[in-house]
Structure formats: C-alpha cells, structure tokens
C-alpha cells in the first residue's frame, strides 16, 4: 500500500524558514519523479517543485526561495523554504508523478498523494 505522508509545516513570520519532508512507504521515492505543491483557500493548486533526475524543477515563484532534496536512505524527499512570504500561506502536499516525468507539474500528471501539511506565513 501506497502511502506518503507530510510533514513540518507551522506557523512562521515572513522571511523565515521552514523545511518540509515527505516520507514515502510503499514506494521508493528515487524511483519516481515526486513533486511539491500547495493549495490556498480559494486557490487552484499549484506546482511548485520536482525532483527526479539530473536537475529539479522549480516554478517561478518559489525559484531561488526553495530547495527540493531527495534522502535515499530515509526514503524522504524534503522541501526547504527560505525567505517565507505572507503569500505562501497555503496546504503543502507531496506526490508522485504517474507520467515518469516531472512535467507538466500539474494535478493530473500525479497519482498518490498525501494528507498534506499546513503552512502559514504571518506576523
């Protein structure tokens, strides 16, 4: 049975940071594109970062803000954020890509998904 589960999210003020982890069971994560996403109240969800191979992807608004690393041993795929905006405030979840692709890095493209994670940005 397929599982991934997210954690790390909290309540941070702008321009902090916090670290995101995805820890699959079931599946290995090395073996698939896994990205990250996140979903505001009364927003569409929105692809923010995958990892693979070779090189990650980063969507525009996270890029040179975000990290994403992958632990094999751990089976674990982190999400590092850094200089934290009111604005991304958001549901964070991790998942699997069912293309062998990270992109396109939109809902459809990926299977398994977790619970998610709270993230919230304020002062």
């Known amino acids: 049975q397929v599982q991934l589960v997210e954690s790390g999210g909290g309540l941070v003020q702008p321009g902090g940071s916090l670290s995101l982890s995805c820890e699959a069971s079931?599946?290995?994560?090395?073996?698939?594109?896994i990205g990250w996403f996140r979903q505001a109240p009364g927003k569409e969800r929105e692809g923010l970062s995958c990892?693979?191979?070779?090189?990650?992807y980063y969507a525009n608004s996270v890029k040179g803000r975000f990290t994403i690393s992958r632990d094999n041993v751990k089976n674990t795929v982190h999400l590092q954020m850094n200089s934290l905006k009111p604005e991304d405030t958001a549901v964070y979840y991790c998942?699997?890509?069912?293309?062998?692709?990270?992109?396109?890095?939109?809902?459809?493209?990926?299977?398994?998904w977790g619970q998610g994670t709270q993230v919230t940005v304020s002062s």
């Open positions: 079931g599946l290995t994560l090395a073996d698939y594109p």
């Open positions: 990892i693979y191979s070779i090189r990650p």
């Open positions: 998942a699997r890509s069912r293309t062998g692709s990270c992109l396109p890095l939109i809902d459809y493209n990926y299977d398994y």
